[in-house]
């Protein structure tokens, strides 16, 4: 499964962008996704996950309240909105898909959970 991020760009504090993730395969469907980051010089972050059918979804304090994940399976593509954007969100996003369905919501959250990861998309967010 080879999955691609978009969406990334400079955009103004305050502001909002979209990320997208989109899979070359159908079977992603029945994957769970997530949303990562990594700013320079700091470990990855978890940002956001939702189960493979879209039910559940999760956030790490870094997406909590500003940001939602979606995804379209008839698309093979999950979102990342993101509103009210600070500097601090500067980082490449990454998205992830797992094979995994936890019955541990919090554990979307783990890295090592996760089979698939894309390239990343840079945000750059100016103050």
């Known amino acids: 499964v080879q999955l691609q991020a978009s969406g990334g760009g400079l955009v103004q504090a305050g502001g909002s962008l979209r990320l997208s993730c989109a899979a070359s395969e159908r079977t992603v469907t029945v994957y769970g996704m997530g949303w990562f980051r990594q700013a320079a010089g700091k470990e990855r972050e978890f940002v956001a996950a939702?189960?493979?059918?879209?039910?559940?979804?999760y956030y790490g304090d870094s997406g909590e309240g500003r940001f939602t994940i979606s995804r379209d399976n008839g698309k093979n593509t999950v979102y990342l909105q993101m509103s009210s954007l600070k500097p601090e969100d500067t980082a490449v996003y990454y998205c992830?898909?797992?094979?995994?369905?936890?019955?541990?919501?919090?554990?979307?959250?783990?890295?090592?959970?996760?089979?698939?990861w894309g390239q990343g998309t840079q945000v750059t967010v100016s103050s």
């Open positions: 939702i189960s493979w059918n879209g039910a559940t979804t």
């Open positions: 992830a898909a797992t094979r995994a369905r936890p019955t541990v919501v919090t554990r979307y959250g783990i890295k090592d959970i996760y089979n698939y």
